[in-house]
């Protein structure tokens, strides 16, 4: 199975960046297992919401299409009754698969005056040709109660904007998560220049895969280093 975690630094042309995206999406092995770092359409923006929402619309279509040979993974702004969440998507053979908004929003930039706080229940294991999925959003990753209730997963998704400030903390967070659950985790975080890159593909065992310098980093795993791994130090992970 090929792993993909993409770390691009977004314009202020939405439409640039949705073009971006197609392209490196279609530079990627076909069956490709891909996640794009939080917002990494619109950014945060604002000041221009509702535009960053249309262009979720847009990108919705889009993505569903090039979902046909590949699985696309990251976050989008939504507007849902007048409110603007930070939504996690996930697209597999031109469906949605799953969704959920990010529950803790980071005040540092003043998120939670803009957009609206998601469900905690939606942190939860759902399936993918049998593959058991979780996902983090960014400062979510801090939450070790959240880790506790993706315990099981194959794969865990950590989309992110993380501050450069705080960049062994990601790279820290991320490695943990690997190793505490016994999975492989992709993480992928901006290469914005506030953000602190770092973006990676993790091993069950804690090795990793990164590099600062590129905006696509795959890596080839085999999916039995999870069952090896759970047995070889059993911790009651199932």
């Known amino acids: 199975m090929n792993l993909v975690t993409l770390q691009t630094k977004p314009t202020l042309d939405f439409q640039d ?25 619109t ?12 262009c979720t ?10 979902s046909k040979q590949r699985t696309i993974a990251l976050t989008m702004t939504t507007k849902v009754d007048g409110k603007y969440f930070n939504t996690f998507y996930i697209f597999h053979k031109e469906k949605i698969i799953h969704k959920q908004s990010k529950i803790k929003l980071f005040t540092l930039n003043d998120e939670n005056k803009y957009f609206t706080a998601g469900d905690e229940k939606e942190i939860k294991l759902f ?7 979780g ?24 989309p992110a904007m993380w501050g450069a400030k705080r960049k062994d903390n990601y790279e820290t967070l991320t490695k943990a998560l690997a190793v505490a659950n ?7 975080d901006s290469a914005d220049e506030t953000c602190a890159k770092g973006s990676a593909i993790i091993s069950p065992f804690g090795d990793v895969t990164i590099d600062d310098n590129s905006e696509i980093i795959s890596k080839n795993i085999d999916l039995k280093e999870i069952k090896l791994m759970r047995k070889y130090l059993d911790v009651g992970i199932k």
């Open 17 to 41: 960046n949705l073009l971006y995206l197609e392209k490196l999406i279609l530079q990627t092995p076909k069956e490709s297992f891909i996640l794009a770092s939080e917002l990494c359409l």
């Open 43 to 54: 950014l945060y923006a604002y000041d221009r919401l509702q535009e960053a929402s249309i």
């Open 57 to 66: 619309n847009e990108a919705i279509k889009r993505l569903i299409e090039l």
């Open 127 to 133: 399936e993918i040709d049998g593959l058991k999925i």
């Open 135 to 158: 996902v983090l959003i960014c400062f979510e990753l801090r939450f070790i109660k959240y880790w506790q209730k993706l315990q099981g997963a194959n794969i865990i998704l950590i």
């Open 182 to 188: 016994q999975c492989f985790v992709i993480a992928s």
